[in-house]
């Protein structure tokens, strides 16, 4: 699907994993600056075999591969992939890094099985556009969207009413399912570090879940919101970072007014 058409004044962002593979340090930051602009989550790596390791062991939608890496270039990689290799899927979409994208050498790298080449002197639009092409793009508004989710950190009737219980009954049962939440949290936090998109999908649904439990109402309503980010792949914009971190101190509060409770009586 072409979605050039969906490039505009707004900033266009494209929530995907990108690999790049070159020896050339420089040139591995320049493009990860462009694309980080872009929105995407970048891997670097110095080498073809590291790149064919990375991709058998990690989920990318996008290589960018050197032609020019010894031993093994970008082009031997393409071929490799695309006559399948364990683990990886054959239909990623790789581009190939040329220093001049002279048509010889673009017509072997489309042979070869590439998708697209880049020269080493590209511009974040002309990639913008190549982006566009191959995935589907968010739009952040250039007034960045703010953080306004308001709730009660706890409501005890809110937990009762989710359990079908009384509030005596609820607060009986409110450290159990604390002690349960923790680990959805932490689980979460290793989610945004490893940028694993699925991860922070499937567990901020739990947490959602959990939270009534708990009588949470604040840290409900945040899981709700990280929940339709990643259903709107916009899941690593700033604004979904800055829920993320939400939700994790609103954790942590929730937590120090329990234990406080439990300590009194």
Known sequence: MDNTSL?????????????ISSPNTNLRAQFISMLKLLGCNTTEVVNGFDAIDRLATASFDLLIADVDMQPIGGLSIAQKIRCGLPNIERKVVIWGLLGLCDPEAVERCL??????????????KAIKVKLAKYFNP?????EPKTLNIKGQS????????????DIESALRYRTKYLLKTKP?????????SNNDHD???????????????????RLHLLCKEAESLSKDNSNFSPYALEVYKEIIQEF?????IINEENNRI
């Open 7 to 19: 490039i505009n004044k707004t900033t266009t962002c494209f929530d995907i994993k990108v690999l």
């Open 111 to 124: 042979a070869a099985g590439m998708n697209e080449t880049l020269s080493h002197h590209e511009e974040v």
């Open 138 to 142: 968010y739009r952040q508004s250039q």
């Open 154 to 165: 706890l409501n005890n009737q809110l937990a009762a009413n989710y359990m079908g219980t």
């Open 184 to 192: 959805l949290v932490d689980e979460l936090s290793s989610a945004i």
């Open 199 to 217: 991860s922070i999908f499937h567990t901020t649904h739990k947490l959602k879940s959990s939270s009534l439990f708990i009588g949470a109402e």
């Open 252 to 256: 942590n509060h929730v937590s120090s």
